[in-house]
């Protein structure tokens, strides 16, 4: 085979002007100028691998043991931890009737065990309390506001659904049998 024969870099072309020395060496082909700042994120490396993840429990905190979370409304409060959720949050409770906490997700990061446990083999937690049993109902999106809207418009504040607080009653009802 023969070597294909190899085209010149550059090429002299002539330029105009009197000061300018008549010719001047021009690149064939331009230099690509559209460079990525930033390597492109390689296949398969997205948040469909969160998931897949195994979510752990801190050993310290099993279910039944009596926690004081560090942060958030109910900061300084001992609770105590039901279960562990599909997405590592932990189900906690007050119970509602003793310190004011209702039953919530909260990450683990933000509880402090104690040496303390509870007993809570005969307390029943509903199936249907899972992650999504929390989520937050968006409302729907209203009109444009008008220029004095601003002021007078209020955040509508939560309200628990009645299924909500029958959950909470259940559940308070059978966990303070246990302590």
């Not at 279910?63 to 900061?75: M, Q």
């Not at 929390?134 to 506001?145: D, N």
Request: glycine share 6%.
């Amino acid at each position: 085979k023969k070597a294909a024969p190899k085209k010149p870099t550059f090429v002299q072309k002539k330029v105009g002007g009197a000061k300018n020395g008549g010719t001047r060496m021009v690149r064939v082909k331009r230099l690509t100028n559209d460079i990525p700042t930033m390597d492109a994120p390689k296949p398969g490396t997205s948040k469909k691998f969160f998931s897949a993840q195994s979510r752990k429990m801190r050993s310290s905190l099993s279910a039944g043991v009596v926690a004081i979370v560090l942060a958030g409304v109910h900061k300084g409060k001992r609770v105590i931890v039901l279960k562990q959720l599909e997405t590592g949050l932990l189900l906690i409770t007050g119970p509602y009737k003793l310190n004011g906490c209702p039953m919530r997700r909260i990450n683990q990061r933000y509880l402090l065990a104690t040496s303390t446990k509870v007993d809570i083999t005969s307390v029943k937690v509903p199936a249907s309390i899972n992650d999504e049993y929390f989520r937050r109902v968006k409302a729907a999106k209203k009109q444009a506001k008008k220029d004095g809207d601003i002021f007078e418009a209020k955040k509508e504040d939560y309200k628990p659904s009645e299924q909500r607080k029958k959950d909470q009653a259940a559940v308070d009802s059978s966990l303070l049998e246990c302590i």
